[in-house]
Structures are given as C-alpha cells and as structure tokens.
C-alpha cells in the first residue's frame, strides 16, 4: 500500500511539473510575391463570330438522316464495300 501511494504521489509530481511546461511556438507567416500584378486584362485578338440563329442549318444531322434513301445508289453501295472487303 505504501508502494502504490509512493507511485502516486511522485506521478502527481510529475505531473504538476510538466503542466507548468509552456511551449512556445512561433507563428506561420505567409507573404505573396509582391512583383506579380494585381489586375488580369484579358484582351481578345480576334473578332467574336456571332453565328445566325433565325434559320436552322442548312444540312442538319437529323435532316441527313432522316432522308430517303435511293434504292439503286444503296445497292451499288453494298456491291462496293462488298468488293473491297469492308464491313
């Protein structure tokens, strides 16, 4: 018994002295370049196209592939692609 209160005692000691501890830190200090500039100019070098939106394209996709397909041309066109070996 007298062992654990010799233990305690000297834990408590320590303790308290280490608590008395002050870590002292200096502080981070974060500085930018100076040189760089504080202001971005964007200039264009070129004229903006404005495209007319009041007609559609004149050849759309969906017009492409919604067209009518010839009968003879798409049979000639197999015949070929069949010739040459593509797929």
Not at 4 to 23: G, K, Q, T
Not at 27 to 43: A, H
């Given at each position: ?11 408590l ?12 830190m ?10 760089l500039p ?6 264009p ?15 759309s996709?969906?017009d492409?592939?919604l ?14 692609y069949?010739?040459i070996?593509?797929?």
């Amino acid at each position: 018994m007298k062992r654990i209160l010799c233990i305690s005692i000297i834990m408590l000691i320590s303790l308290a002295a280490s608590a008395e501890e002050v870590l002292k830190m200096e502080g981070t200090r974060i500085r930018g370049n100076q040189e760089l500039p504080k202001v971005l100019y964007i200039v264009p070098w070129k004229q903006a196209e404005i495209p007319d939106l009041s007609q559609p394209p004149l050849e759309s996709l969906i017009d492409e592939a919604l067209t009518p397909v010839d009968r003879e041309v798409f049979q000639r066109q197999v015949r070929y692609y069949d010739s040459i070996g593509t797929k």
